[in-house]
């Protein structure tokens, strides 16, 4: 079992930086893929970047290539989100998922996922 806990969200303006965190419980922690995801209103859920258990490999989606980084710390069970150079159409819940998997393969493997972090970009 795994539990997740983002924090870092908030009201920020264009172009800003903000960092999310994902704190998780649970001893498979280190062992897991993670992602974060992100959802605005009236949007599907949209994968915004990837990692493997050991921070070997990351993945990013389109939208975030070159802007967004994903890193992990295994010794505190956290993994994070650097964000910069922010738009308006960043703005959507951002949500940290753990994966079954090692590797991540796709957001199928996701079992675990956090309540979810707003980050709101303003123009």
């Known amino acids: 079992q795994v539990q997740l806990v983002e924090s870092g969200g908030g009201l920020v303006q264009d172009g800003d930086s903000l960092r999310l965190s994902c704190a998780a419980s649970g001893r498979t922690f280190s062992s897991s893929a993670m992602g974060w995801f992100r959802q605005a209103p009236g949007k599907e859920r949209e994968f915004v970047a990837a990692?493997?258990?050991?921070?070997?490999?990351?993945y990013y989606g389109d939208s975030v290539k070159g802007r967004f980084t994903i890193s992990r710390d295994n010794a505190k069970n956290t993994v994070y989100l650097q964000m910069n150079s922010l738009k308006p159409e960043d703005t959507a819940v951002y949500y940290c998922?753990?994966?079954?998997?090692?590797?991540?393969?796709?957001?199928?493997?996701?079992?675990?996922w956090g309540q979810g972090t707003q980050v709101t970009v303003s123009s």
């Open positions: 998922a753990a994966s079954k998997r090692a590797y991540y393969r796709d957001v199928g493997d996701m079992t675990y």
């Open positions: 990692i493997t258990w050991n921070g070997g490999s990351t």
